[in-house]
């Protein structure tokens, strides 16, 4: 049984930081990427950060130089590294891992960022 275990979420003021994790287990294709998208209210859920196999990183546009994605291939665990957060990076995170050359996608049940103004 796959299961995508995200922790890290909660409030934080303007300025501050938080660190998400997403620990995958029971995944038994090859994975290709390990992905963080966002969904805030009344908005599309968008791609935040993402990050291959090979190591190779993206960024939304919103967040590069302040987020960093990576990953812990020892315990299939990816991170995102949140700083100088903004009231406008409050949503919903949800972890997303693609495997078997895109064949399959797991995400994880989500977990709430809120940045306080």
């Known amino acids: 049984q796959v299961q995508l275990v995200e922790s890290g979420g909660g409030l934080v003021q303007a300025g501050g930081s938080l660190r998400l994790s997403c620990a995958a287990s029971?995944?038994?294709?090859?994975?290709?990427?390990m992905n963080w998208y966002r969904q805030a209210p009344g908005k599309q859920r968008e791609l935040v950060a993402s990050?291959?196999?090979?190591?190779?990183?993206i960024y939304a546009g919103s967040v590069k130089g302040r987020f960093t994605i990576s990953v812990d291939n020892t315990k299939n665990t990816v991170y995102l590294q949140m700083n100088s957060l903004k009231p406008e990076d409050t949503a919903v995170y949800s972890c997303?891992?693609?495997?078997?050359?895109?064949?399959?996608?797991?995400w994880g049940q989500g977990t709430q960022v809120t940045v306080s103004s």
């Open positions: 029971g995944i038994i294709f090859s994975i290709n990427a």
């Open positions: 990050i291959t196999s090979s190591g190779s990183r």
């Open positions: 997303n891992v693609m495997a078997s050359r895109g064949t399959y996608a797991y």
